[in-house]
């Protein structure tokens, strides 16, 4: 920890010079919004992070992101001074097959999530600050890097208000106030005042500084690890394009190389080759490990009544106390998802973050940077809310689950605003993602039960209505899997449900079987990954498949159903039911009859698919 | 304008009893969280809001929104007093067919926008009243009804900053701050020097109230109509539940009907009949109009090279020199989206809404409200930020258009954080949306000065890479429509992509051509409404067709086209290429190669497919 306000200045040349090196090797890159922020960095580096780069995953490490990922050429620059990455690797900045891509990512050991969507950084820095504090109980500390133009984000405002709610004082950002985004100045300009007034007023220690005079980023950094009980940001007053006075403080020069770089670098004092000692982590503790028991599962008795959400939140509390790693957090609608058991059970370990959706996905994403398991949950239509944090953790390689309740139109009264009618197909569109859609409560604990084990985004749809236990306490779920609920020899038509849809096509099949139409009926309750193996079986076995779905027809079951017999031979002939009307206020059993997806209509459109399986022929197994 | 305490109580009496009525009646509903803001629309409603209920497309209206929307019982029960709905309507509250939802909607004549989804009425609101002051011209005011759990949105201090930064002090915000959410207290719970320091750090003149005390409420919006040059906030302390002692300020009654409403009511001093005059409109002036001449679409030669962004720019331009209404925004990103064309050529009706996606679509939301056309455009990843504002638009009823710029992994180095991969599968399921990717500049003209007259949500995928002009200026492209791009009369494959892979699907179409493979190429420029015409008659013709997007594989154009030949004879056999890993940083042309849908990969499917359909036989036309 040495006061070397030289080493300091030379470090953030050298840093403004690698920034411009690499991104004039690429051809692209973002050098001006690298050197703004170069003095701060230099001094944190040197200073104030403490970061075992040959131990990246060493519990006491701090943690710095860079919410403004674009500065990336400052960050590698910073792993090369540290002696993490060579000169020669540098310089394969935004090149194919390089780990230093545009933006962040973890491909890198010491990139804990991919940032460039701005504003995102920070909140999932307050994830981690919420871990060290409460789950992993250690002094590391998380230094968060924003711009200015992201303060423009709302998700920033909730990440501020919830860090200073929660007391994070192992938390600092450092906002690099440089005047200009992307397309001219910011709305506020270099008023840090400004700033400094919105951050205090939300409860945060502010310091306002001259961001590249170092003795000042020092005092600032050394006041911010000396406060206590509340978060500190650091606001400084920066130059985009600082040192180089062509480009510096200049519209015009955002995201793009620098004009003349031999040039500019002359500017700055020519190449250096610091090699800087970043202080290691001083502690050596272990993260705190919550006690446990045997797992437990909650179970239902056949032919009683439940809804999968109530489930859900039996089974997490139960999993919670078999699994440590386990955590919760809700969007302040816990007693309608029932995270609230889990919160009674194990309210160490529960995180309310109340109507804030984008704060509650990346807290998520925070939580299980340091190997913690969240289950986040909200009501399934206001995912839609943090669908770019979704987006941006399945980059991130976050492995985590998302719970969303009161999908669909079955919800009833409270009209379109609170139904989930999208959710599959984004969160199926989204990279690596699991979606599964319980239409059991005893399925939906073996299926919760499952997932601190599965890499990736998983969502889980949950059901507002009670529906009847189907399934025996037990009976196992794997996910990719699905289940035949109804089946005979000679199956003229297979009905595709899950969640509500299930329950109306057995009722369907049960009326068509009076008919002497023969329905086989599947549960789908992992739509993604899907059950190949079992829809192909079905799809030849009766030659006609029916997907009912409470979702719009895009991209939601019927649509997965289509792409598993996509290029195959022979498939079978697909029909779809989905919601096709914008629903109002309804019972919950006039909405699924508005919507074309109750038993009613399922039989109804069956019983077309079999008259056509016998109007048009052909030979398919079904027929026999 | 009446100085009436007597009557402002009696009101306020009659509303909350008028939201207990009708919510018992419907056996659900948000009763409480109505009666903590009974007072405060009381005074609102005889004295400040000027509304002209039989003629509500007056120009000259005032706008009540509420932001927190689950406060219907007290709307629908200001309407009744208003006499714009009967008591009769009243009690139809939630019920099937009622205009009365759970949630409002533009069902309803008087209101404006969708509300339900917490958060989003006050961003609205910045919006219409952006249109009053830079686009109508009129000195209509705009009050939004906010609730305090809503205050943790992220929305709503992108919405604050905005307003303030905009000086819209047409813009009053109530803030109905009654402490509980819906399981608990919020994060602040009667601190309303908290939210009132907030606000007034953000630039809003902010009133602390006991909302309850009508004079203050008086005295408070009184203040508001007087202060110019910025917007204020009335922030009431208010109870939940007020004025009935076995629910007011207790948790646990979020959302319910009141366990005894006779008793309640009797409480509250029974039924009451109040018929309320409010007050007309005092302004008479007619809305500003922008003088326009011809449409003078720009033109591309056929063989040279442009984005079709930069053809969205220039298009946008000339269509703003020829219809008056439309108007653009853009989220700092213009000089990539070329939002900046129009925003030089009209700055008049150019709103730059900075890093906010949210207020973004929100602001779009509200200037359409007033009748203007929005195009609003940021990179089509981030509009994934306001996913949940896009929903509800629709919800609204919203006509306007989202372009997003920078689509899939064409875009080259920037690595994942900036490709949108997952837009046309969340934008597709969005109820009554239109979904257009064009493929050539002209094209692009051609489809965005169609779009004034669509209605609905549209979202336009443009791309970032200059492709060859492959349609003459003037060529017509209809919404729902397609275009086939190579064809000879024994086609033995289909080919259809969009955007930047139409291109790949054209070179691949020369290369098989050369090997004696003939192959049909479609430009499916519209996704949603999809030509199944078009398409079926492509099917018939070559018995198979191959899918080629940059996009992930779920939700977009293969399951877009599968769905087309679902529960149709005699499919074609359809394969699909799209995005299967994570991207990295890479070049443009090293990027499609990657993803395995550039031109060598296609013509490698159109081989297997080829060569399947000579294996399979089965006599489909694409042979003879």
Not at 416 to 441: C, F, K
Not at 559 to 579: C, M
């Amino acid at each position: 920890m040495n006061h070397d306000p030289d080493l300091w200045r030379e470090l953030g040349q050298q840093l403004r010079v690698d920034s411009i090196r690499c991104s004039s090797a690429a051809g692209s890159g973002h050098p001006t919004s690298s050197m703004s922020a170069a003095d701060l960095m230099a001094v944190l580096v040197t200073k104030y992070l403490h970061y075992d780069f040959d131990r990246p995953e060493n519990p006491n490490n701090d943690h710095l992101i860079f919410s403004k990922g674009h500065a990336s050429p400052l960050l590698y620059s910073i792993y090369k001074a540290a002696g993490a990455v060579t000169d020669e690797e540098l310089m394969t900045f935004r090149r194919e097959g390089s780990r230093l891509q545009g933006h962040p990512t973890p491909l890198l050991p010491w990139v804990d999530v991919a940032t460039g969507s701005l504003g995102q950084g920070l909140p999932i820095g307050v994830g981690v600050a919420l871990a060290g504090k409460r789950l992993d109980r250690l002094p590391y500390r998380v230094w968060a890097l924003t711009g200015d133009s992201e303060m423009a984000e709302g998700s920033m405002w909730e990440a501020f208000e919830h860090a200073a709610k929660a007391e994070l004082d192992n938390l600092t950002a450092i906002i690099d106030v440089n005047r200009l985004g992307q397309t001219g100045e910011t709305m506020h300009g270099w008023d840090i005042d400004y700033y400094a007034g919105r951050l205090r007023s939300c409860g945060w220690n502010a310091i306002e500084i001259d961001g590249h005079d170092v003795e000042e980023i020092d005092r600032a950094l050394s006041q911010a690890i000396a406060t206590t009980g509340r978060p500190t940001a650091v606001v400084a007053r920066t130059v985009k394009g600082k040192g180089v006075e062509s480009v510096a403080n200049k519209n015009g020069m955002h995201g793009k190389p620098l004009p003349n770089p031999e040039e500019a670098i002359a500017e700055l004092g020519g190449i250096r080759n610091i090699h800087v000692e970043v202080p290691k982590p001083e502690g050596t503790g272990e993260p705190h490990r919550f006690e446990v028991g045997e797992l437990r599962l909650p179970t239902y008795e056949r032919g009683s009544l439940e809804a999968t959400r109530k489930a859900y939140g039996d089974a997490l509390a139960a999993l919670g106390s078999a699994r440590g790693q386990v955590v919760a957090l809700d969007g302040e609608v816990s007693n309608s998802t029932y995270a609230e058991i889990f919160a009674k059970a194990h309210p160490d370990r529960y995180f309310e973050m109340y109507i804030a959706e984008q704060q509650l996905a990346a807290a998520a994403v925070g939580l299980q940077v340091r190997g913690w398991y969240p289950f986040a949950s909200t009501f399934a239509a206001f995912w839609s809310r943090a669908y770019d944090f979704v987006r941006m953790a399945a980059i991130s390689r976050a492995d985590m689950t998302l719970v969303g309740s009161h999908a669909g139109v079955s919800i009833g009264e409270d009209g379109p605003s609170q139904m989930a009618l999208e959710d599959i197909a984004s969160l199926r569109a989204v990279h690596g993602s699991t979606v599964l859609y319980p239409s059991d409560p005893n399925q939906t604990a073996q299926l919760i039960a499952q997932l601190p084990d599965r890499k990736g985004i998983v969502f889980v749809r949950t059901t507002r209505e009670k529906t009847p236990v189907i399934y025996e306490p037990g009976d196992e779920f794997p996910i990719g899997g699905s289940r035949v609920v109804r089946q005979t020899d000679s199956d003229q038509v297979t009905l595709v449900g899950a969640g509500i849809t299930l329950h109306e096509a057995m009722k369907a099949a049960d009326t068509l079987a009076a008919e002497g139409i023969r329905a086989r009926v599947i549960d789908l309750y992992s739509v993604k990954p899907i059950d190949e193996e079992g829809l192909r079986a079905a799809g030849r076995a009766t030659g006609h498949i029916l997907t009912v779905e409470d979702h719009w027809p895009e991209g939601g079951i019927g649509e997965a159903v289509l792409s598993v017999f996509a290029d195959t031979d022979d498939p079978p002939r697909i029909a779809k039911l989905a919601v096709r009307e914008l629903p109002g206020s309804a019972t919950p059993e006039q909405q699924l009859a508005a919507a074309g997806i109750d038993a009613e209509h399922i039989a109804d459109a069956a019983r077309r698919l079999a008259g056509e399986l016998i109007g048009v022929g052909g030979g398919q197994e079904g027929r026999k």
